[in-house]
T-cell receptor, first 113, second 114 residues
Framework: DQQVKQNSPSLSVQEGRISILNCDYT??????FLWYKKYPAEGPTFLIS?????DKNEDGRFTVFLNKSAKHLSLHIVPSQPGDSAVYFC????????????FGKGTHLIIQP | DAGVIQSPRHEVTEMGQEVTLRCKPI?????LFWYRQTMMRGLELLIY????????DSGMPEDRFSAKMPNASFSTLKIQPSEPRDSAVYFC????????????FGPGTRLTVL
């Protein structure tokens, strides 16, 4: 059973617009959430994270929102740029994520010119 | 810094053969993780080590899979015998214990079992 779910396999957004990627989780023990970005033939790279004690974390064009009651988080990218085209993985961990992470299946974001 | 190094980058083998994947973590990192990526299951944690000691191998699919970390700079994931359903991309990642932000992934090994 998938504990971290990304229900949109792909998302197409026009350059300059906002990209919103969604993630749902089922395990109430998760207390740390991360987003990773992956280009073809490369390993995932860390993008942004949020602790369960917060509901928002911002880093430049990237903002992650956490809704604990709904067990839902989202990644906002504003404005979207061509280089943002990649697969985005949502990940979650227990105990700050130190014991390994549980990943969603990923969302392929395509930024169209 | 060279980053996490994995070898080989691609491996094609026949069913029943032994496969060994290798990983060199970033120097100074004391936690190492092995993940597998498939279309069906996405990216899943197989096993992780802290200070060269296996902590949780509950993600290892079956006894055909084994992992070792003989020292702080080297780890192997072995599949014996390999089966077609083992075909996947295998990633190694390393970090300093307690800092998931800095979990750095290697480029992965694409394994194809015919």
């Amino acid at each position: 059973d998938q504990q971290v779910k990304q229900n949109s396999p792909s998302l197409s957004v026009q350059e300059g617009r906002i990209s919103i990627l969604n993630c749902d989780y089922t395990n109430s023990m998760f207390d740390y959430f991360l987003w990773y970005k992956k280009y073809p033939a490369e390993g995932p790279t860390f993008l942004i994270s949020i602790s369960s004690i917060k509901d928002k974390n911002e880093d430049g064009r990237f903002t992650v929102f956490l809704n604990k009651s709904a067990k839902h988080l989202s990644l906002h990218i504003v404005p979207s740029q061509p280089g943002d085209s990649a697969v985005y993985f949502c990940a979650a961990g227990v105990g700050g994520g130190a014991d390994g992470l549980t990943f969603g299946k990923g969302t392929h974001l395509i930024i169209q010119p | 810094d060279a980053g996490v190094i994995q070898s080989p980058r691609h491996e094609v083998t026949e069913m029943g053969q032994e496969v060994t994947l290798r990983c060199k973590p970033i120097s100074g990192h004391n936690s190492l993780f092995w993940y597998r990526q498939t279309m069906m299951r996405g990216l899943e944690l197989l096993i992780y080590f802290n200070n060269n000691v296996p902590i949780d191998d509950s993600g290892m699919p079956e006894d055909r899979f084994s992992a070792k970390m003989p020292n702080a700079s080297f780890s192997t994931l072995k599949i014996q015998p390999s089966e077609p359903r083992d075909s996947a991309v295998y990633f190694c990642a390393s970090t300093t214990t307690g800092t998931p932000d800095t979990q750095y992934f290697g480029p992965g090994t694409r394994l194809t079992v015919l």
